[in-house]
């Protein structure tokens, strides 16, 4: 896994991003990555102090806890970052996205595998939390504000708390296309459902002759 790769996979995604040097240098969420593939590689050899040593640096510098287990594949843009948590056994594939506040934790009811594993081009909204060892497929996203508990098939987006499954899209979503606005409202969607139904029950009771 390059870490130029990773930097230049964020100058395409940030449209703010002016320059790969400007990444390199000043992004928390490329600073994070060079920091845990550090951590990583001490944890994956055993040294597990210097590795947990290096997270929490990477931790106070950039507001980004990943632990030094976490599982990290190619290109994963962190944008903006602070807040996000990942625990130990979390897998995140290629080429995802993760917005701030984001947490890839557990329910505090499992042991050994604890948390999510995340498939390739899978994007999950800020605020949004992935909990226990679920699994998320490819080309998933995960509105912002989301809470996930249980497993979800390739190529949807889930929504809501706990998160549901709300569109299921026939193609790949591509990997560029950072579009969080246009997800169904499932709330609303239900809300509208009971005020039709509602409807037609009133409808029904003025129709019904008088006895």
């Known amino acids: 896994m390059s870490l130029i790769s990773d930097a230049k996979n964020i100058l395409n995604k940030d449209p703010a991003a002016r320059s790969l040097v400007e990444v390199m240098l000043l992004y928390p969420g490329f600073r ?15 040294h597990f102090f210097l590795a947990r040593y290096i997270s929490q640096r990477g931790r106070k510098k950039t507001g980004i806890e990943i632990h030094p287990g976490a599982t990290i594949g190619s290109s994963l843009f962190i ?10 056994t ?10 701030h506040q984001v947490t890839l934790g557990g329910t505090g009811k499992d042991t050994g595998k ?18 226990g060892p679920v699994l998320i497929g490819n080309n998933v996203r995960v509105a912002a504000g989301s809470v996930v508990l249980n497993n979800l098939p390739n ?3 889930a ?10 899209n026939g193609d790949r979503i591509p990997s560029d296309d950072l579009n969080q606005r246009d997800i ?4 609303a969607k239900k ?20 006895k």
């Open 79 to 88: 944008d903006h970052g602070m807040g996000i948590v990942i625990g130990e």
């Open 191 to 210: 809300f509208a459902e009971v005020e039709n139904r509602i409807a037609q029950l009133e409808q029904t009771n003025h129709t019904e002759p008088t």
């Open 90 to 99: 979390a897998e995140i594939g290629d080429n995802c996205t993760i917005y």
């Open 159 to 168: 929504a809501g708390v706990p998160a549901r499954v709300v569109s299921i």
């Open 114 to 131: 604890r948390h999510p594993t995340i498939g390739n081009n899978v994007l999950i909204g800020a605020g949004a939390s992935v909990l």
């Open 155 to 157: 190529n949807c987006t």
């Open 184 to 187: 169904p409202d499932l709330l």
């Open 32 to 46: 994070i990555l060079v920091n845990h593939r550090m951590a990583n590689w001490c944890y994956r050899h055993r």
